[in-house]
């Protein structure tokens, strides 16, 4: 069985040979200069071309196969409109923006044939957007402000040039009785993930930022522009507050060990700031209906500490009653950093399906595996 991929040769320069070769191959005058992919007829030129990996059965090289006497030119046209529909069809050609070939090492020499450049332009774009986003996630997570905004800004204006593509085509249907009509094409399945992924990052962006986002804007248009967003963790969360009648929800930051934190929004690099200490390194970076509980902050505390195994596990919700204080907490961890506590000045059962479901919902949306799940083969998201 023939390896999933091999090594082939694309063609530089010099003509195809135009006597027949053995095996049903075409005769040449050079070496390595043309496309052999997985033992098929190609055509064979005079210039040594560097190594493409491709997959056997690719597109662009298939459309080599059985070409005898044909010239390098005849073949960089048809290759041309090979990759610009490629280019059409996945990314706009142009300029190259984003990473460099030191983020993606080899990617250069992998797509060095002028055939080729409006494929690179359509890939490089994609891992473009792909790396952006999966950079916010990254920096989301460690709740750095700037790093993550930038890179969700970048993400959002690359996918907007690509989707200006999608508003410009029409493809035409012709009716079996005559006539035709016209609609939009519709855009890949990778455009509409990776739209998808942006839109989640930007829900969970504007959560975790929401103080510092709230400053720059009035409250009323904050939460219509929160309102926006898919799902919208502000209004779930408000909502259950005055369902339940729970005193506070807020999201915790473990800043334990984290040199970079400076609290909420936009720092310069090099200002200075002692590092937090005691309770001040559990911020509550989200806090609804308002500020923090003062008077419940080291209970929290205690509990986060005494029950680290089970939030650990990312998975289970912790209940806690004090009757001190007649207050009862529930406590769940989407991520290593964070972790989600909810108030009750009375007491609630530990088993209360309501609240688990609630604090489940919130923590596994903000895991954000629901987007990744949907890549595996089969799969309904």
Known sequence: AAPPFRRSRVPSRGRAGAGPGSGGRCGGAGRDGGVDPAGSAGARGAGRAGDLLLPPGHLLLRQGQ???GEGAGGQQERGLQLAGAAGRAGAPGGGREGLSQHDLPGTEA??????????????????????????????????????????????????????QIFEKQRETK????????????????????LMKLKNILLAKFSFYFHEALSRQTTASEMKTLTAKTNPDYFGKISSFIRKYDAVN?????????????????????????????????????????SDRPVMHWPNVIMIMTDRT???????????????KVQSTYFLTRPEPHFTIVVIFESKKSERDYHFISFLNEISHSLKNSKAFASLKPGSKG
């Open 110 to 163: 992998r797509f060095h044939h002028p055939i080729l450049s409006p494929l690179e332009s359509s890939f490089q774009l994609e891992v473009d957007v792909l790396a952006h986003l999966l950079k916010a996630q990254a920096q989301i997570s460690e709740w750095k402000f700037l790093p993550s905004l930038v890179n969700l800004h970048s993400a959002h204006t690359k996918l907007q040039t690509w989707g």
């Open 309 to 323: 195994s089970d939030l650990n596990s990312l998975e289970k919700v912790v209940h806690f009653y004090d009757d």
């Open 66 to 68: 059985g070409q005898c």
């Open 174 to 193: 012709k009716h079996l009785f005559g006539g035709q009509s016209q609609k939009a094409v519709q855009p890949p399945h990778l455009f509409l993930w």
């Open 249 to 289: 929800v807020s999201l915790i930051f473990d800043n334990r060990g984290s040199e970079s934190f400076q609290g909420h929004g936009y720092h310069h690099p090099h200002s200075y700031r002692e590092a937090p200490k005691g309770v001040d390194q559990y911020p509550a970076v989200v806090s609804l209906p």
